[in-house]
């Protein structure tokens, strides 16, 4: 039995750097499909066949799922920049005019500009 589990966290610090730590976890009880471990918020059951878990059995598949979950965030914020950047566009073009409050719902499409999404790949590539 794995005594055990780990999970990377990071932290903002004051002067704008990350601290990132590794938090281990105590197993309190394992059973035929996972384990009881205690986490600062109290008692979690972390699933064996789980494909996303709040913590793992080694510090490498620990690293692992802090990669992933970094790579999945910079998705995310990519998609919101894009999505705010395609609005701001749309809304300030000339021909753009809103009609309040003859509109009950305003509906618009946004067309996707490649010159946009290469920009933010390449800030945030840096």
């Not at 709040?54 to 965030?73: G, I, M, N, V």
């Amino acid at each position: 039995m794995t005594d055990s589990f780990y999970r990377y966290i990071d932290t903002p610090t004051e002067d704008g750097h990350v601290f990132v730590q590794l938090a281990v976890f105590p197993v309190t009880k394992k059973t035929a499909k996972g384990a009881w471990i205690e986490s600062p918020l109290g008692r979690r059951f972390v699933l064996d066949a789980g494909r996303r878990k709040y913590a793992y059995p080694t510090r490498e598949l620990a690293l692992d799922s802090y990669r992933l979950r970094k790579e999945w965030q910079i998705h995310h914020c990519k998609q919101g920049i894009l999505r705010a950047m395609r609005i701001l566009s749309e809304i300030n073009h000339p021909d753009f005019h809103l009609n309040w409050p003859h509109q009950e719902y305003i509906n618009f499409y946004l067309s996707v500009d490649p010159k946009i999404e290469d920009a933010i790949d390449g800030i945030l590539t840096r």
